[in-house]
Antibody
Framework: QVTLKESGPVLVKPTETLTLTCTVSGFSLSNARMGVSWIRQPPGKALEWLAHIFSNDEKSYSTSLKSRLTISKDTSKSQVVLTMTNMDPVDTATYYC???????????WGQGTLVTVSS | QSALTQPASVSGSPGQSITISCTGTSSDVGGYNYVSWYQQHPGKAPKLMIYEVSNRPSGVPDRFSGSKSGNTASLTISGLQAEDEADYYCSSYTSSSTLVVFGGGTKLTVL
């Protein structure tokens, strides 16, 4: 059974750096066919794709957020980590990690973690 | 502003059929058969309903179907049921440096 679970701070202050961890089970990050992505959703708004890491460690980032994002993985811990610098209140959102499968689709999602940016 | 354009809302009565459109460009929807559709109920994570334009994952009812013409993909739900009321999002692979783009979402109301 494939599962993903996000963890990280519930509240961050403006200008701080956010670090989120996605812990996966039921598959290996070293041979996952397509890898793991981070996707966020501000309250009441649409999904926004953020970043992806492939099993071969190749990475892709949202063009608009690329300068603020870093994605990495620790295969031994079955974890994918996303850091986002210079947080702003507009970054308040539920952050999801998801496993990419056939045709760049996401068949498995974490439950999401709500991150609020406020002083 | 989302990369893919969806209608903000659609509605239908139980038993009817509805179609949700998803319009992109030749760099995403029109250029590849990598369109996916997701259903999201309030407070829940999205659920994959369609991948690669028209394929249904195991367990998704055949009332849900997908298609594509040019730069526009469509999700059709036939025999609407009350539990289909949710937000629906499309996504596509994109040849830009961003790997995947999502639509703005469509709220489906079952009257």
């Amino acid at each position: 059974q494939v599962t993903l679970k996000e963890s990280g701070p519930v509240l961050v202050k403006p200008t701080e750096t956010l670090t989120l961890t996605c812990t996966v089970s039921g598959f290996s990050l070293s041979n996952a066919r397509m890898g793991v992505s981070w996707i966020r959703q501000p309250p009441g708004k649409a999904l926004e794709w953020l970043a992806h890491i492939f099993s071969n460690d190749e990475k892709s980032y949202s063009t608009s957020l690329k300068s603020r994002l870093t994605i990495s993985k620790d295969t031994s811990k079955s974890q994918v980590v996303l850091t986002m610098t210079n947080m702003d209140p507009v970054d308040t959102a539920t952050y999801y990690c998801a496993r990419m499968g056939w045709g760049y689709s996401y068949g498995s999602w974490g439950q999401g973690t709500l991150v609020t940016v406020s002083s | 502003q989302s990369a893919l354009t969806q209608p903000a809302s659609v509605s239908g009565s139980p038993g009817q059929s509805i179609t949700i459109s998803c319009t992109g460009t030749s760099s995403d929807v029109g250029g590849y058969n990598y369109v996916s559709w997701y259903q999201q109920h309030p407070g829940k994570a999205p659920k994959l309903m369609i991948y690669e334009v028209s394929n249904r994952p195991s367990g998704v009812p055949d009332r849900f179907s997908g298609s594509k013409s040019g730069n526009t993909a469509s999700l059709t739900i036939s025999g609407l049921q009350a539990e289909d009321e949710a937000d629906y999002y499309c996504s596509s692979y994109t040849s830009s440096s961003t790997l995947v783009v999502f639509g703005g979402g469509t709220k489906l109301t079952v009257l």
